[in-house]
């Protein structure tokens, strides 16, 4: 086997769930390159005869995309398998994202549904500078380049196949060390590719959400919806009620500090609710919320590109001053001489 560079293996162990068909379409790239798929994937795992909701540690799944890679002898299988990824390979999910009347519409789907993808980092949409930009950030680990490179790639091959045309993109943005040579990126997304980025983002001029879809279906999509809104239902919690708190706090802390209202209403609880199963089980808002915003800010004063500020506003504080006072009742010290203590580490 083929030993990749090292910047496909920087990565971090990750938490959360993908769809077993993920596996399946693995297998599938396996036996096209004339590789036998016992040569990567665990001869235990019945890919034909799962059901279409198996879940596959993403942990796991990570893990055998460099083992692929190292057998294939390919350092950009991201991008290669990526483009292979089809809509009938999402079940429902993808009869969903076919119908739609327009690519905007498909894609606001992709970010709601993103747990039936994968539940490692919250998939994030926002407008900016005339582009909307999907995007996840790191705040439960880095999966890896291959992860991230194949589930960026597989958005934009999607975006082209429903929509029988290549789609302008603004920018693309990817968390992971930049490879020796950025030409195959370029060339396949058309646009500025940046590496050692903070997020990964896909960024796509607003006029290009109006381009149609092939077979929009308005009637499929109700009946399509309810089908995947009851797979939703069925999945298996993302983990315990603490750290389901701590990850939807993270997720929203860039847009202002989350409130118990919000939260509730990302986990799809009435307020009244989730404050009942919080106190059942002895653990307080205030509390989570700290703890996961001290996190997030401690992952992003790693990071010395970062400034005070911009680490404050990540986790939903616009002014600097303010950040300080929170992370030192955190912490215990303010944010900066954090920052200079790793120096010593």
Known sequence: MLKLPARLYERDAVQGMVPLTLVRVLRDYLLAQGLAPAEVLPSRLKLDDADQLARFPAEAYCQLLIKAAEHLHDPLLGLHLGQTIQPAHLGALGYVLLACENLGASLMRIQRYHRLVHDINPVQHRF?????????????????????ESGITGIVQFGRDV?????????????NPPPADTRPYQAYFGCPVRFGQPITRLAIPVQGLLAPLRQPDPTLLRLMEEQVDAAMAQLPDAGDL?????????????????????????????????????AEQGLNFRALRDTALRQVAELHLRDPRLTLAEVGALVGYSEQSAFSRAFKRWSGVPPLQWRQALKHV
């Open 242 to 278: 603490a750290e389901m708190t701590r990850r939807v706090v993270a997720h929203l802390a860039p847009r202002g500090t989350p409130e118990l209202e919000q939260v509730a209403q990302e986990l799809r609880l009435s307020p009244r609710v989730f404050y009942r199963r919080l």
């Open 128 to 148: 900016e500078g005339g582009n909307l930009e999907l995007q996840w950030g790191i705040a439960q680990g880095k999966p890896g380049a291959l992860f991230d």
């Open 163 to 175: 929509c029988g045309q290549r789609l302008p993109l603004a920018l693309v943005d990817f968390v």
